[in-house]
């Protein structure tokens, strides 16, 4: 039987690294077999794409941003995820799919069909089992944290007003994906946060 397929997703600056890592180190302490990896990236090929999509200084249009991501995507699918999967493990992926459709569906303005049409064959129609999504505006957590660190990464960089559109895309797709998704709202104290993810993994019974 296939493994479990988990994603997770939010804006920039929310916390979303610090999670992937609590969730990774409670994964290894309780000896669950997961593979955990990220998008873009995740395989040679990809992370070469990767450097390609993240360098500053690029002009790079919207279309071929999307397909840059979709290329990245196929080769992790093909040659990590599905693999990995198929074999019966779990797999939990830093971004996936729902990263395009908010960025460059929602935020570059490129409409949420064209990019599920451009990783339709890239994702080999396997779309993950459960979303966690870190539900908050990026531009509040900003402003707690004493205004932005400046970025060298080329989305990271865009305008405030990117990243809300980026925000409310991904509260459409999570709208439209109830099953899927599992919201969290970000808490002051990390460890809270990672306990709230790590109980609504329990309570769908991907681990114990
Ligand atoms: P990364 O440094 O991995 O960001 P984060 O730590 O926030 O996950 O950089 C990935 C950037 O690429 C981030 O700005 C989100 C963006 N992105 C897209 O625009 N589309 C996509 O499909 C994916 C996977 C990421």
Redesign the pocket.
Known sequence: MDGIFITLEG???VG??TQVKLLQNYIEEHNIEAVFT????GTPVAEEIRKI??ETGRDVVPLV?AYL?ATA?ADHMQNLILPALRSGKMVIC????D??L???GGARGLGFDVIYQINKAAIGGRMPDCTVFLDMNPIQSWRKQKGKVVSD?R??GEADEFHTKVYQSFCKIRDSYTERYVSIIPQTEKLNTHSLIVNALKKRGYFN
């Not at 990220?38 to 990236?41: A, K, L």
């Not at 830093?94 to 799919?97: A, H, K, L, N, Y």
């Open positions: 804006c920039e600056g979303k690294t990220r998008e873009p990236g999509i993240l941003e991501f995507r830093d971004r996936f799919i990263s395009s908010a960025y460059q990464d989305l990271e």
